[in-house]
């Protein structure tokens, strides 16, 4: 897509869609959610969250994020199976109602980032056993790790992601039993593997992203977005191969402007340009096609309508599935 038709896109981006015989929808960062039964519908809108903060709208986001999600469940359904049903929409999926677990899965493949949590902020003050888990020394920011590790984080509201765990403290502390803890390992670092197999195809490198699971009939299933510019970092291979420089194909590219002007989550954000909110969503869409190796196109139509009328559309599917 040219940057014009997606300048053009910014004033009919989707803040949120309400349909009016189901009421408000139940509402996160960057996704609604209408319950009918033992499933869920969701709606993924063009809201874009950082610094536990909802900072605008970018153009097309959800349209991305909902399919590439979708995608990628498709990619790893022989590792895991997930709580997808169907897609009837650009920005819309059906999923089945699963218990969430109550830990959040990191899988870093590098030792990079910024926040208090990241891998490499811990080793710059000196901890060689982040999460329990050995590192060599002489590790440089951006550096390849020997092997992808896994660092959980327990899993709560604004703020209620950094208390870092080990898999000692998941097990000894009761939140999960043993058998399931290794078993989401097993299953994560899998996907991680299958993750930056596919990245590498499409010029791209999974740096690190953030698995969620959950149970549903006692059996564990992946659960949330998987692989989207939202919930793991990208960048191109080529300029990292080149002379090691991160050029980031997802949500940390907004992330680092808002840090070089000082801001990380306190007092009032600076306004998000809408030339910087184009480049977000070019980034997005790029990374989908290289990911996926289709061209990116729009949904037709007015967005708002759209949504409704495939949300209507599943209620009545969903309730008549249900009458049998």
């Known amino acids: 897509m040219t940057r014009e038709a997606i300048l053009s896109a910014i004033p009919h981006a989707v803040s949120g869609v309400e349909v ?17 039964g033992n499933h869920l519908i969701l709606i993924t809108t063009d809201r874009i ?47 089945k109602k699963a218990r969430a677990l109550p830990v959040e899965v990191i899988v870093r493949g590098y030792i990079t980032g910024s926040t208090k949590t990241s891998l490499w902020y811990l080793y710059q003050q000196g901890e060689r056993r982040p999460y329990g888990i050995p ?35 998941i097990i000894e502390r009761g939140i999960l039993p043993k058998t399931l803890w290794e078993e989401i390992e097993t299953r994560a670092l899998a996907l991680f593997s299958r993750g930056q197999h596919l ?14 699971f959950g149970l549903i009939d006692g059996d564990l299933v992946l659960i949330d977005e998987i692989h989207t510019p939202d919930s793991s970092r990208f960048w ?10 991160p050029v980031p194909m997802d949500k940390e590219f907004l992330r680092l ?4 002007r000082g ?54 599917r969903l309730r008549e599935e249900d009458r049998g």
């Open 199 to 212: 990245a590498r195809e499409g010029g791209l490198i999974l740096v690190d992203t953030k698995y969620e």
């Open 263 to 316: 801001y990380r989550g306190d007092g009032e954000p600076p306004t998000l340009p809408e030339t910087l909110a184009a480049e977000v969503a070019e980034r997005y869409i790029e990374t989908y096609e290289r990911l996926t190796g289709k061209t990116f196109a729009p949904a037709a139509g007015p967005a708002h309508e759209r949504i409704v009328t495939a949300v209507q559309n599943e209620v009545k």
């Open 49 to 95: 969250s950082a610094f536990d903060r909802v900072l605008g709208l970018i153009p097309f986001k959800g349209q991305v994020l909902n399919q590439l999600s979708a995608w990628w469940f498709e990619q790893t359904r022989d590792i895991i199976q997930n709580h997808l049903v169907r897609v009837p929409d650009a920005n819309v999926q059906t999923v």
């Open 20 to 36: 009016p015989e189901l009421g408000p929808p139940v509402r996160g960062k960057v996704r609604d959610a209408y319950e009918v």
């Open 257 to 260: 402007w808002y840090a070089e």
């Open 236 to 245: 191109l291979a080529e300029p990292y191969e080149r002379d090691k420089t």
């Open 135 to 169: 590192l060599p020394e002489g590790l440089e920011k951006n550096d390849p790790l020997p092997s992808p590790i896994i660092t959980p984080t327990t899993k709560g509201g604004p703020g209620g992601h950094d208390e870092r765990l080990t898999r000692d403290e």
